[in-house]
């Protein structure tokens, strides 16, 4: 299987608080990896160095590298990477605007599309997003005015509109009822087909239903990474057993 990202020995810091240490992993093509392990392992924040989130922080220091197509990322485009490496954010974030416009900013800003054939991307992003059935008829109308899992599907399908390669996902159904996340994890297992996903999760049973990988932090180092079902079947190191057990967490 192919990789999308290599992690090579990478740590970032906030400040003089190291937050991951020596980090090294790969990022599969067109397969769910999710990052699973305690509040404050570190989880979000290797998420954000995948599209260089964490160069917004004052103060954040990175050691190491992270290579996506063999490039490392430190020397390339922020914006550019960012169009490449979508981002799906814990709470619903629709822009103050209406659907059409949510889903058109991008690629308009980008100077991508415009006339019928942004019309036609904003109909295939939002039916990739499986809410074009539910909100065709009101495309005029603010995209506040939906509901949470609405909201965070526009939100999708605004990230879809960019047509990147990589998906990630912070926790993005964590502030969704059970209906609208079961909707969500749906997408997620359909768009691995063309997408690369990787998502933090705290929901272990979500990260065993929806995940082909797995990788556990826990204070800030990679205790463990494989494939989801040898994680969670027949984990080798003792803290991953402990984790998953409920012993600590």
Not at 87 to 114: D, H, T, W
Not at 145 to 163: E, H, V
């Amino acid at each position: 299987m192919n990789s999308v990202f290599q992690v090579e020995d990478f740590s970032l810091s906030y400040g003089e608080k190291e937050v991951l240490h020596h980090i090294s992993l790969s990022i599969a093509e067109h397969a769910v990896t999710a990052f699973i392990g305690p509040s404050g392992c570190g989880k979000s924040s290797l998420l954000r160095a995948f599209n260089r989130l964490n160069d917004l922080i004052p103060n954040a220091k990175e050691s190491g590298k992270i290579l996506y197509h063999d490039q490392p990322i430190q020397s390339t485009n922020p914006l550019e990477l960012r169009s490449q490496v979508g981002m799906l954010f814990q709470a619903p974030s629709p822009f103050p605007m209406s659907i059409y416009e949510n889903v058109a900013y991008g690629p308009r800003c980008a100077g991508k599309k415009r006339g019928k054939e942004l019309d036609q991307l904003v109909q295939e992003s939002l039916t990739e997003a499986a809410l074009w059935d539910e909100v065709k008829d009101r495309l005029k109308k603010s995209g506040l005015a939906l509901s949470g899992g609405q909201q965070q599907r526009l939100c999708l399908a605004r990230a879809l509109a960019m047509k990147p390669e990589v998906l990630l996902m912070d926790e993005p159904t964590s502030a969704l009822d059970p209906l609208a996340t079961e909707k969500i994890e749906e997408l997620i297992l359909a768009l691995k087909e063309h997408y690369t996903i990787v998502i933090v999760t705290h929901n272990m049973e979500q990260a065993a239903r929806i995940s082909d990988f797995t990788a556990f932090l826990y204070l800030g180092e990679l205790a463990e990474f494989d494939t989801t079902e040898k994680l969670f079947k027949e984990p080798s190191n003792p803290k991953t057993e402990a984790y998953l057990s409920g012993r600590f967490g």
